[in-house]
Nanobody, 124 residues
Framework: VQLQACGGGLVQPGGSLRLSCAVSGSIFSILNMGWFRQTPGKGREFVAALTPSGSATYYSDSIKGRFAISRDNAKSTVSLQMNSLKPEDTAVYYC??????????????????WGQGTQVTVSS
């Protein structure tokens, strides 16, 4: 299973970005998918995740109401729509996939598969 994230970039405060993650392999539809982010010197922080069917989503309090996670099982992609971006959202964003143990769990070590990360910078 390989994950390829894209869509990062430089955006002004208050702006929007949409991250996408393409997943190769035949098991995408049974994976919980999530997004994490990391800044220098800190561990990976949970951002958002959703269940294999996409019927349940969960978010960290820091981004709730501003970000939205979605998936397209037919295309094996997961996306993160980020609105009302703030400078503190600046980080490298990673998509991740996990089995049953990752469901409703924000811990990064519950996820088995990781993308390479995409940089998001929020600055004027």
């Amino acid at each position: 299973v390989q994950l390829q994230a894209c869509g990062g970039g430089l955006v002004q405060p208050g702006g929007s970005l949409r991250l996408s993650c393409a997943v190769s392999g035949s098991i995408f539809s049974i994976l919980n998918m999530g997004w994490f982010r990391q800044t220098p010197g800190k561990g990976r922080e949970f951002v958002a995740a959703l269940t294999p069917s996409g019927s349940a989503t969960y978010y960290s309090d820091s981004i709730k109401g501003r970000f939205a996670i979605s998936r397209d099982n037919a295309k094996s992609t997961v996306s993160l729509q980020m609105n009302s971006l703030k400078p503190e959202d600046t980080a490298v964003y990673y998509c991740a996939g996990g089995g049953a143990s990752s469901q409703y769990d924000a811990r990064s070590d519950r996820y088995d598969y990781w993308g390479q990360g995409t940089q998001v910078t929020v600055s004027s």
